[in-house]
Nanobody, 125 residues
Framework: QVQLVESGGGVVQAGGSLRLSCAAS????????MGWFRQAPGKEREFVAG????????YYADSVKGRFTISRDNAKNTVYLQMNSLKPEDTAVYYC??????????????????WGQGTQVTVSS
């Protein structure tokens, strides 16, 4: 079974930074498009960032573009989300996800096949 485990969440002040990590196991990581989603209380789970199998292509939600950076290290089976200039509205549970199909980066959560349990990010004002 493919397993994704997030880490790096926590509580930070507005304007601060965090780096989330997602360690994958049990599958051919280098063939997966990877994505980060987040869900705040009372809101739908929303796409944050995605990265292609090679890491050459990335895509970001408008709300985080310019502040967040997604990257991956296929040798370590790990995807990262560097979050800078954090805002209170970034507070959410962040989920790592994997799309096993060869495709463009999708923003739709139903197209991702595997999910982590999530890690809480809280940004205080």
């Amino acid at each position: 079974q493919v397993q994704l485990v997030e880490s790096g969440g926590g509580v930070v002040q507005a304007g601060g930074s965090l780096r989330l990590s997602c360690a994958a196991s049990g599958g051919p990581f280098a063939t997966y498009t990877m994505g980060w989603f987040r869900q705040a209380p009372g809101k739908e789970r929303e796409f944050v960032a995605g990265i292609s199998t090679t890491g050459i292509n990335t895509y970001y939600a408008d709300s985080v573009k310019g502040r967040f950076t997604i990257s991956r290290d296929n040798a370590k089976n790990t995807v990262y989300l560097q979050m800078n200039s954090l805002k209170p509205e970034d507070t959410a549970v962040y989920y790592c996800s994997a799309d096993r199909n060869w495709r463009y980066i999708s923003i739709h959560r139903n197209e991702y096949d595997y999910w982590g349990q999530g890690t809480q990010v809280t940004v205080s004002s």
